[in-house]
Structure formats: C-alpha cells, structure tokens
C-alpha cells in the first residue's frame, strides 16, 4: 500500500516500521533443554515488550515500537515450532550434541566450548553451535584424536 493512503506522517516513518524478517536458519533446529528454555523466555521477553507499548496512542509511535517485539514474535514461535530437543549425551567418550569439550591448538591455547544449537551459542560465554565449523570436525571424535582447521591441529584433551 502506498504511504499516500495511510496516516504516516511521511515515507521515512513508514520505512522505520518495516524491519527486516530475521533470518531462520536451514538446518535442523537442534536444542538442548536449557537452549528450550531460553527460547521460550525470549518468546515471553518478547510478547511483553509487545504488550508495553500497546497503550501507545500515536499510531506511527506505536508502530515504530511495537515493530521489534513483532519481528521478534514471529521468529522465536518458528523457532519454537521447529525445535527438536536433544537427548544429553549419552557417553562422554566420543564428541556429541550437548557435550563440552576441551582440546589444544598448536599454538599453545586451550579452549572449552559446549556443542549446542545455532540460538544457543555463544562463543564468548562457551558454547559454540553444531553448525560451526570446529564442531563439525569435533563431532564424532573421541580424547586425543587430532583434527585439522585453517592449517592448524585441534587435539581433544577432554569430554564431559
């Protein structure tokens, strides 16, 4: 429709309601309880942002605010609709969804991460996704097996 026939007060004010859908990623939907969990907060977070600003009587105000929290809205229900909760590892011998594994690079580093789902992860806090590429050479792995990554060796030290 266009701005000519709403009660935008101009282009640039129509442009700010309409956000760009986020993403949804093509593989499977994998999470683990606590990555459930959060998803399900965030729908929560979300619809209460949504809900705040419903009492907004400037139209283009409303809109301007409620635009997030609806994006929002619409891909956290996909993503919740799509999940499929892993099961926790059934072993710690050889690298699964949900483990946490600990390997050092030729450089001298050793790093921690736990394998999770793509909304879950979070390199800075320890967790990386199944999709990365680090855990798809880790996943299947046991202790002391060496994979390679960009010309540098990654060795498992541990599993848990």
Do not use: C, W
């Not at 986020?22 to 593989?27: E, L």
């Not at 105000?61 to 409620?66: A, F």
């Not at 806090?125 to 999709?131: K, L, Q």
Request: no cysteine; charged share 30%; aromatic share 4%.
């Amino acid at each position: 429709m266009s701005v000519a026939f709403t009660k935008e007060e101009s282009a640039e004010t129509a442009a700010e309601t309409l956000l760009p859908e986020r993403p949804i990623s093509p593989h499977p939907n994998l999470v683990t309880e606590t990555g459930l969990k959060a998803l399900e907060r965030q729908l929560a977070e979300a619809r209460a942002a949504y809900a705040a600003v419903e009492d907004i009587e400037d139209v283009n105000e409303k809109r301007r605010q409620t635009a997030g929290p609806l994006r929002d809205i619409r891909y956290l229900v996909e993503r919740l609709r799509t999940a499929q909760l892993m099961p926790a590892p059934a072993t710690d011998q050889i690298v699964a969804f949900g483990s946490t594994v600990t390997f050092a690079r030729d450089d001298g580093r050793v790093q921690t991460y736990r394998i999770v789902g793509e909304d879950e992860a979070d390199p800075k806090a320890g967790s990386i996704s199944y999709t990365s590429p680090v855990a798809r050479l880790l996943l299947g792995k046991g202790v002391g097996d060496v994979v390679s990554l960009g010309g540098q060796d990654i060795e498992i030290t541990a599993i848990r």
